[in-house]
Nanobody, 115 residues
Framework: QVQLVESGGGSVQTGGSLRLSCAASGSIGNIIIMGWYRQAPGAQREPVAIIPTGDGAKYAESVKGRFTISRDNAKNTLYLQMTSLKPEDTAVYYC?????????WGQGTQVIVSS
């Protein structure tokens, strides 16, 4: 079994920054891809940024130039550095990983951006 635990969410004002972390533990084998998704109230969950193993990061158009995804493979930890935050970035942010043939989700961390 694999556990993903997010941290780093919080409340900031417009233009602020936050850094999310996602620590993976358990039976971690072949990580295919890791990424961040978000879900705003009343909206569907949407991809924010993904980083496939051995490939470059990909971002949603809405966050390009503001968010940076990175992985520390030695620590099995995924990060999302968020800058120039906007009220529309308010959502619960979820970590996702595809390991071997299985997908896993974290419990989510809340990000609130006030104007």
């Amino acid at each position: 079994q694999v556990q993903l635990v997010e941290s780093g969410g919080g409340s900031v004002q417009t233009g602020g920054s936050l850094r999310l972390s996602c620590a993976a533990s358990g039976s971690i084998g072949n990580i295919i891809i890791m990424g961040w998704y978000r879900q705003a109230p009343g909206a569907q969950r949407e991809p924010v940024a993904i980083i496939p193993t051995g490939d470059g990061a990909k971002y949603a158009e809405s966050v390009k130039g503001r968010f940076t995804i990175s992985r520390d493979n030695a620590k099995n930890t995924l990060y999302l550095q968020m800058t120039s935050l906007k009220p529309e970035d308010t959502a619960v942010y979820y970590c996702h990983a595809v390991i071997s043939t299985n997908g896993y989700w974290g419990q989510g961390t809340q990000v609130i951006v006030s104007s």
